[in-house]
């Protein structure tokens, strides 16, 4: 099984630019959850899917953040135009909608908005 | 609402001799309770969880957890630390009684173990 794969793993962009970032959940998983991580704020959850259907998106900081996911082993944040504060690891998680839905991160993107 | 206190930044200890790492949780219902380890640079890896049942949960690489209710803590626990075990570990937890799916993360804990 390869895990939840993401890419880039690293992005360094100026202020301004469009960046995103892409995600490929776990085969057979039917949630998606993209999540920041940074040393002020610590993990945050950004947007989960369910079925591909956006299901919360109430911790997206602004209308710079989108996300999108149009088939089940797809999914892709886009931040435009970035800023600085922007900078973080953004995760990518998968789980199955059991019960408990246990969920798997991905690698992280680390990005960098000068 | 859900939320998760880990009230140690960072939790030193000698190899070989057991750990502890300390979480504790609200909800207001009844909770799913995780562990995960970041490794540098790496993502969370998954390590243990607890649903319901037996309070002891035993996960990933001899890692253990405690579930209790009345002082609503999840602590880690392992016997015998490794230097390997050197990482992040984050508690999260979810409420089983609500239909949000996210986990809460608390703000983690640094281990250090020293040979």
């Known amino acids: 099984d390869a895990g939840v794969i993401q890419s880039p793993r690293h992005e360094v962009t100026e202020m301004g630019q469009e960046v995103t970032l892409r995600c490929k959940p776990i085969s057979g998983h039917n949630s998606l959850f993209w999540y920041r991580q940074t040393m002020m704020r610590g993990l945050e959850l950004l947007i989960y899917f369910n079925n591909n259907v956006p299901i919360d998106d109430s911790g997206m900081p602004e209308d710079r953040f989108s996300a999108k996911m149009p088939n089940a082993s797809f999914s892709t944040l886009k931040i435009q135009p970035s800023e600085p504060r922007d900078s973080a690891v953004y995760f990518c998680?998968?789980?199955?909608?059991?019960?408990?839905?246990?969920?798997?991160f991905g690698p992280g993107t680390r990005l960098l908005v000068l | 609402a859900q939320s998760v206190a880990q009230p140690e930044d960072q939790v030193n200890v000698a190899e070989g001799n057991p750990l502890t790492v300390k979480c504790t949780y609200s909800v207001s219902g009844n909770p799913y309770l995780f562990w995960y380890v970041q490794y540098p640079n790496r993502g969370l890896q998954f390590l243990l969880k607890y649903i319901t049942g037996d309070n002891l949960v035993k996960g990933s690489y001899g890692f253990e957890a405690e579930f209790n209710k009345s002082q609503t803590s999840f602590h880690l626990k392992k016997p015998s630390a490794l230097v390997s075990d050197s990482a992040l570990y984050f508690c999260?937890?979810?409420?089983?009684?609500?239909?949000?799916?996210?986990?809460?993360f608390g703000s983690g804990t640094r281990l250090q173990v020293q040979p």
């Open positions: 999260a937890v979810r409420d089983s009684d609500t239909g949000r799916r996210a986990l809460t």
């Open positions: 998680a998968s789980s199955f909608r059991d019960r408990v839905e246990t969920q798997y």
